[in-house]
């Protein structure tokens, strides 16, 4: 079974706007991390946050973590046509090797 | 630093019929996933290893799919006998120690029809 839950299913919106998606899910983690996965093509990793933190920044992306109501939010501000794809969030669980659980993704369309 | 290899990149089988699947992570990665992309759903993880033991099965569909890491290095991901639900995407990624606290590394996927 899928262990986060992401949210919108879908967002459009227009270039230069900020893009927020948000991932729950269930059980305690090691930590989460998001991948972007343009049509047709693998996933590739943009950020990872450990259980520990709170807050991450890369570039344009932010990601928060809140463990107490056991969800994340990534928001990417001045979004480009580039940024078009899927975005999803895996979880990292104790004490299951690394074991790395995908969500079922949120579709981003950034139109110019 | 090369990425993760996979081939075929597409593979068209009728129903019934068998398949393999071959991936190549990065050199030195101990971790191998093989996942499952149904269109519009994400990825599913089916089978997890480190060097050439398995961490994770438990998704694995077991009286038809099969995978194994030879040497702890190249993988292979076999469907026998195909359905029509198999139809999706197989991913394979790897990571450097225990996947965790690391990041993912994913190949292109395998286009997988099944007619």
């Known amino acids: 079974s899928q262990q986060g839950e992401e949210d919108p299913q879908a967002l459009s919106i227009q270039e230069g706007e900020n893009a927020t998606m948000n991932c729950s899910y269930k059980?305690?983690?090691?930590?989460l991390q998001w991948y972007r996965q343009n049509s047709g093509r693998g996933l590739v990793h943009l950020i990872l946050?450990?259980?520990?933190?709170r807050e991450k920044h890369s570039g344009r992306l932010r990601v928060t973590l809140d463990t107490s109501k056991k969800s994340s939010s990534l928001l990417i501000t001045a979004s480009r046509a580039a940024d078009t794809a899927s975005y999803f969030c895996?979880?990292?669980?104790?004490?299951?090797?690394?074991?790395?659980?995908f969500g079922q993704g949120t579709e981003l369309s950034v139109k110019p | 630093e090369a990425g993760v290899a996979q081939s075929p990149r597409y593979k068209i089988i009728e129903k019934r019929q068998s398949v393999a699947f071959w991936c190549n992570p990065i050199?030195?990665?101990?971790?191998l996933y093989w996942y499952q992309q149904i269109l519009g759903q994400g990825p599913k993880l089916l089978i997890q290893?480190?060097?050439?033991?398995?961490?994770?099965d438990s998704q694995l569909p077991k009286d038809r799919f099969s995978a194994e890491r030879l040497k702890g290095v190249d993988s292979t991901l076999k469907i026998q006998p195909a359905k029509l639900e198999d139809s999706a995407v197989y991913l394979c990624?790897?990571?450097?120690?225990?996947?965790?606290?690391?990041?993912?590394?994913f190949g292109q996927g395998t286009r997988l029809t099944v007619v």
């Open positions: 895996a979880t990292s669980f104790y004490n299951q090797g690394g074991k790395l659980i």
């Open positions: 050199s030195g990665h101990a971790t």
């Open positions: 059980t305690s983690i090691n930590n």
């Open positions: 290893f480190q060097n050439n033991g398995v961490v994770d």
């Open positions: 990624a790897s990571s450097s120690w225990l996947g965790l606290n690391t990041e993912a590394f």
């Open positions: 946050i450990r259980s520990n933190e």
